[in-house]
C-alpha cells in the first residue's frame, strides 16, 4: 500500500484519546452498552473510550464476560450503543440505519470470526470477492493477486470451502476482509479453533498486512501469543478498558492476565 | 421419550404448523367428501320416502331387456324408462278390486314446463321439468295455498319451482306440458320436499291424462294398502291380475332401486372428489417427507446425544414417528373443520352444475372425524418413517462433531433407476396408445412409470432447470442470484421433492387442459366435418316435443326436418341405445361412410350398423337379427348397411323412426334433437327466423346453426374443466406450503451464512431477493417438469382416444405459459414468511448461532 508501514508502526495514539486526528481510523467515544432492563440489565460497556490508529494492529484482551466482543461489535456496526458515539473515519455511525450500516460494512470494514464463516456453495474465489460482488465494485485484479499469493492461496481457489483445511479457510476468510481494502478489519478469536501452526500463519498474515500494506486491524483475542503480535493490547475488565501495553511480548501479556486474574479472585 | 417429543415440536412450532396445514389440505378434502356423502344420502333417502310416501305397490311395465343406466337419471318415481311398456290406465278399476288394495293412483306423469316471470322457462342445470296428475288424496305432495286446478288452464306449482319462476298464486303465464304450449292461471302452490332441482307442475287428472296419456298408457301406477296388509302381500296379491306386460314391485323396492339409481349417478361425483383427496394427500406427503428430512438432519447433534446417553434406535424412531403423529392428529383436526367448509362449497357446485338442491345440511358424523384423522395420521407417520429410519441410524459419535451436516450423497443411482423407469414407462405408454385398440393397462403402467421415472430423476433435473431459471436473475443481479441459485442446488433431492409436490399438481392441470381443448377441437372438428345440417333444434335436457319436426319441415325453405332419438336395442348379449332417425334425415344431416351395403336402405326393420360392432359379432349385410327394439319383442331385423364408425355419431347402431314409433309409448317419447336442412339456395336467415318464430312458444327449445351447435358442445366441456382446475388449485395450495415450509427450513439451517452476508454488507432487501429467486427457481423448477410431463401424458392419451372422438390435437400453449408464469408468482408469495424471517434475523444472533 502507499502508507509506508514503517512509519505507521511508530504512531502510538494516546490511551483514551477523544478527538479525531488523521491518525486515528475508529474512535469510541464514552461508549455504553446495557443489555437487558431492570434488575436483569448488564453493563457489558461502561463508558469507554478508545481511539484505534490507523495502520495498527490493535488487541483487545480480557476475560470472559469483561465486554471485549460487544466493544468489537459496537464499533463494527453490528451492535448498537446505548449511548455514547461510535466513529469511523471521524464519521459517527450512531444513529445510522440498517441501510447505511450495512453499506458502511460493506464498503469501509472488513471481518474475520472465529468459525471462518463462508459460504459453504461458493468456490474460495467466490468468497474473497463476495463483498465486492454483492456491492457490485470491481475486483482489483492486481491487489486480490497480491493478497491470494500471500496467502498461499492461489491453488485453493477452485475449492469449496469443505475441501479446505480449517487453516485454509481462515485464510479465505483474511482475504475476503482484505480484498476490498477497506479502513478496518475486525478479527474475532481468529485462531481460536485452528492449530499452532495454523494459528501463527493467520498471525503472521495479519501482521504483514499492516506492515506491507498498511492495514488497519482491531483483533479480539483470548491467546496472550496472539497478543503479541499487536502493536498494542487493551484490556478491558468489567466493560473498562483499565490496561494497555505497547509493543507486548507473550510472557508480559501473561503476567499481566495473571495479574487479572489476582485482582478477579482476590 | 414423549418429554423429547414435545420439546422436538414446541422447538420447531412453526415448521410443524406448516407440515400441519399441509396435513390439513389434504385431509379436509377426505373429510368434505365424507359430509357431502353422508348429506346425499340424507337428502335422497328424504326425497325417496317422500316420493313413495303412500305407495306400497306399484304396477309397471316388465322391464325388457336389461336396464341401462345412463348418466344421472332424476325421476323421482323411478318407474319411467324407454325399456318398460306402458301400463294401460285400463287395469286401473280390475286393481281397484284386488283384495287389499285400499287405493289405486295411476301415475300420470310428463314432461311439463312454465314461463317464469322474465317469459322464459324455469329449469335449472340438467334437471327436468315434471309435470303430474294432482290427486288430493296423495300424501306425497301438499296444497299449502290456493286450490286444486280445474280444466286445462289452471295448475299447481310445487313450492321452489314458483319460487325460481318469481310467480305467485294467481299470476297467469305460459305452459308447456306434453307437447302442447298455452296459457295458464296457477291456482296454488304445493310442497314436496326436495325434487334435487328438478321442477314440478301439477293438473287436474283429466287435463292430465289428455296431456300425458294420450294412448291410454301409463308408466306406473301406485297402490295403497288397506291397514293390515303388508306390501309383499299385497304384491303377490297385484301379480296375479296383471297380464305379461306388467309387473308389480313394493313402494321399499321401489324406493331403494331409485335411490340406488341417483346415488350412483352422484356417487361419481364423490369418487371425482375422493381422487383428489388422495392427490392433495399425495402432494402433502412429499412435504412431510421434506420437513421431517430436514428437521432430523437440523437435529442430527441432538439425536446424537439422545444416542449417547443410551437412547435406542428404536427409541429415537419412536421420537420422530410421535411427532409425526401428532402433527398429524392436529392437521387433520384442522382438516375436518376445513372439510366442513369445502362440502358447503361442493353443495353449491352441485346446486349451480346439476341443478340438485341438497337439503340435509352439512350432517358432521362420527365416523367422517374418525376416518378423516385415521388418514391423515397414517399418511404423516407414514411419510415419516424414511425420515425417523434415517433419525435411528445417527451413530452416537455425531454429537462430538461441530459439522453435523452429513455429505450428500451421490445422485447417479437415482439417476439411472428414475430414467430407467421413464423410459420404459414411455415405451409402454406409446405401445399402449398406438395399438389400434388402445391398451388401457399398458397405458395405466406407463403413465405410473412415467411420473415415478421424473419424481426419482428430478434431483438430477434440477442444476440444468434452476440455471436456466437464475439465469434472467442473475443478469439484473448477479451475486444474489448466484447465490440463490447456489443454495436451490446445495442439496438436490430437497429441491427436487420440494418441487414435485408443484410437479404433481401442474402435470394433472396440464395433462387435463390437453384432453380438455382436445376434446374440444375435436368436438368442433367432427361438427363440422360430420354434421351437414343448416340448424339443430335442440332443448337442453328437455325432449323437443314431437310436433315440432313436422312443423318445422313444412315452413317454407326447408328441405327437411328430422328428429333424432335414442331406442334400447337388445340382440343377444348385444344391447346398445340405437338412434332413430329417417332415411331421408340421415342423408340430410349427417356424413357417414358406407363400409358395405346401402345406408339409403334404412326403413322399416331394416337397420343399420357400425363397422366395428359388425366386425365383433360378426353381422354382415343382409343378415337377421333376432332382437328386442324398446318395448317390441321378438323382432327381425336386417342389416341393411354398415358404415363406417363415426366419433360424432356416437352409435353402433340405427334404426328407422317408425321402428322408434312403434317401440317407445308415448309416454316415454324424447326427441332429442330435431335437424333441419334448408333447401339449396334458400335464405337461411329467413329459414332461422321461421324455425325461431316456430319453437318460441315451446319456451325449451332454441335454434342454433352448426357452429352455434359445436360451440354449445364445447361450453359443456368447460364447465366440467373448470371444476376440475378448482379441485386441482388446492393440490398447488399443498404444493406452495411446502416451497414456503422448506424454505422456512433451509432459512433456518443457514441461519450462520445468513448472519455472515448480512456482516459483510448484504442487504436487507438482497437477502429477501435472493430467498424469492431461490424460491422462484424451486417452483419454476417443479413447474416445468410437471407441465412437460403433464403434456406428455395428455398427448399420449389424446393419442389413444383418437380412435372415441378425441380425434383433433390441441395443446392449450396459452395456458402452459400462464402455468409457468403463475409458478413464478407461487415462489414469490412461497419466499414472503421466510424473507421475513430472515431478514429479522439479528446479525449478531446469526453470526454467535451453532
Known sequence: MNTPAAANRMVAPALTATGSDGDTVAEAVDVTRVFGDGDAAVRALDHVSVAFGRGQLTAIMGPSGSGKSTLMHCMAGLDVVTSGRILIEGNDISDLDDRRLTSLRRDHLGFVFQAYNLIPTLTAQANITLPLDIAGTRVDQAWFDQIVDTLHLRDRLTHRPHELSGGQQQRVACARALVGRPSLVFADEPTGNLDSKASADILAFLRRSVDDFGQSIVMVTHDPGAASYADRVLFLDDGRIVDEMHEPTTARVLQRMGTFELARHS | MWRVTLRGLQGHALRFLLTASAVMLGVSFVAGTFVLRDSIDGSLSNLFSQAFKGTDVSVRGAAVGDALTEGIVIDPTGASSTTRPGVPLSLERKLATVPGVARVVPNIQGTAIIAGKDGLAVRSGGAPGLGFAYDPSDPAFTLIKGSAPTGPSQVLVE???????????????????????????????????????????????????????????????????????????????????????????????????????????????????????????????????????????????????????????????????????????????????????????????????????????????????????????????????????????????????????????????????????????????????????????????????????????????????????????????????????????????????????????????????????????????IVSVELTSDFVLSGGASPVPETVAPRAAALPGVQSASALSGVDVHAGSFSSIATAITATGLADNFVLSTVSGRLDSLGGHTVLVDASTAAARSWHVGDTLDATVGTLTRQRLTVGGIYADSAGFNSHVIVDRSLYLAAAPDT?????????????????????????????????????????????????????????????????????????????????????????????????????????????????????????????????LQHGLASRGLGVLAVPWSLVVTLLVSSALVGVVAAALPSIRAVRLGVLEAIDSV
Open chain 2, 668 to 796: 316415454s317419447r324424447r326427441d332429442i334433437g330435431v335437424y333441419v336442412r334448408a333447401d339449396p339456395g334458400a335464405d337461411l336467415a329467413a329459414v332461422r327466423a321461421g324455425l325461431v318464430g316456430l319453437v318460441q312458444p315451446y319456451l325449451v327449445v332454441s335454434v342454433q346453426d352448426g357452429q352455434e351447435f359445436a360451440a354449445a358442445q364445447g361450453a359443456s366441456i368447460d364447465v366440467l374443466i373448470n371444476l376440475l382446475y378448482v379441485l386441482l388449485l388446492f393440490s398447488v395450495v399443498v404444493a406452495v406450503l411446502g416451497i414456503v415450509n422448506t424454505l422456512a427450513l433451509s432459512v433456518f439451517e443457514r441461519t450462520r451464512e445468513i448472519g455472515l452476508l448480512r456482516a459483510i454488507g448484504l442487504r436487507r432487501r438482497q437477502l429477501a431477493s435472493m430467498i424469492t429467486i431461490e424460491a422462484v427457481a424451486t417452483a419454476v423448477f417443479g413447474a416445468v417438469l410437471g407441465t412437460v410431463l403433464g403434456l406428455g401424458l395428455g398427448v399420449a
Open chain 2, 159 to 525: 313450492s321452489s319451482t314458483l319460487a325460481k319462476a318469481g310467480l305467485q298464486v294467481g299470476d297467469r303465464t305460459i305452459a308447456v306440458i306434453g307437447n302442447q304450449t298455452r296459457p295458464v292461471t296457477i291456482t296454488g302452490e304445493v310442497s314436496f320436499g326436495s325434487l334435487f332441482g328438478a321442477t314440478a307442475v301439477l293438473l287436474d287428472d283429466a287435463t292430465a291424462r289428455r296431456a300425458f296419456a294420450p294412448d291410454g298408457t301409463v308408466a306406473s301406477i301406485s297402490l295403497t294398502a288397506a291397514p293390515g296388509t303388508s306390501q309383499e302381500t299385497l304384491r303377490a296379491a297385484v301379480a296375479g291380475v296383471l297380464p305379461a306386460s306388467a309387473e308389480a314391485v313394493t313402494g321399499e323396492q321401489l324406493a331403494q332401486d331409485g335411490e340406488a339409481s341417483l346415488q350412483s349417478g352422484l356417487g361419481f361425483f364423490t369418487t371425482f372428489m375422493l381422487v383428489f383427496a388422495g392427490v392433495a394427500l399425495f402432494v402433502g406427503s412429499f412435504i412431510i417427507v421434506n420437513t421431517f428430512s430436514m428437521v432430523v438432519a437440523q437435529r442430527t447433534r441432538e439425536l446424537a446425544l439422545l444416542r449417547a446417553i443410551g437412547a435406542s434406535r428404536r427409541q429415537v424412531m419412536t421420537v420422530v414417528l410421535a411427532e409425526a403423529a401428532v402433527v398429524g392428529a392436529v392437521g387433520s383436526l384442522l382438516g375436518v373443520g376445513f372439510g366442513l367448509l369445502i362440502a358447503a362449497g361442493a353443495e353449491k357446485l352441485v346446486s349451480t352444475l346439476l341443478g340438485v338442491e341438497l337439503g340435509a345440511g352439512l350432517p358432521l358424523g362420527v365416523p367422517t372425524v374418525l376416518w378423516s384423522v385415521a388418514v391423515g395420521t397414517l399418511v404423516t407417520v407414514a411419510a415419516a418413517v424414511l425420515p425417523a429410519l434415517r433419525a435411528a441410524r445417527t451413530p452416537p459419535v455425531a454429537a462430538m462433531s461441530l459439522d453435523a451436516g452429513a455429505a450428500p450423497a451421490g445422485l447417479r443411482r437415482r439417476g439411472v433407476i428414475g430414467g430407467v423407469a421413464l423410459v420404459v414407462g414411455i415405451v409402454m405408454l406409446a405401445v399402449g396408445v398406438t395399438r389400434i385398440d388402445a391398451q388401457w393397462g399398458l397405458a395405466g403402467l406407463g403413465s405410473g412409470l412415467c411420473v415415478l421415472g421424473v419424481l426419482i430423476a428430478a434431483p438430477l433435473a434440477a442444476r440444468p432447470v434452476v440455471r436456466a431459471v437464475s439465469w434472467p436473475f442473475e443478469l439484473i443481479t448477479h451475486t444474489v442470484a448466484k447465490l440463490a441459485r447456489r443454495n436451490a442446488l446445495r442439496v438436490p433431492r430437497r429441491t427436487a421433492t420440494t418441487a414435485s409436490a408443484l410437479m404433481i399438481g401442474l402435470a394433472l392441470i396440464s395433462g387435463t387442459a390437453v384432453l380438455a381443448s382436445s376434446a374440444k377441437a375435436s368436438i368442433t372438428d
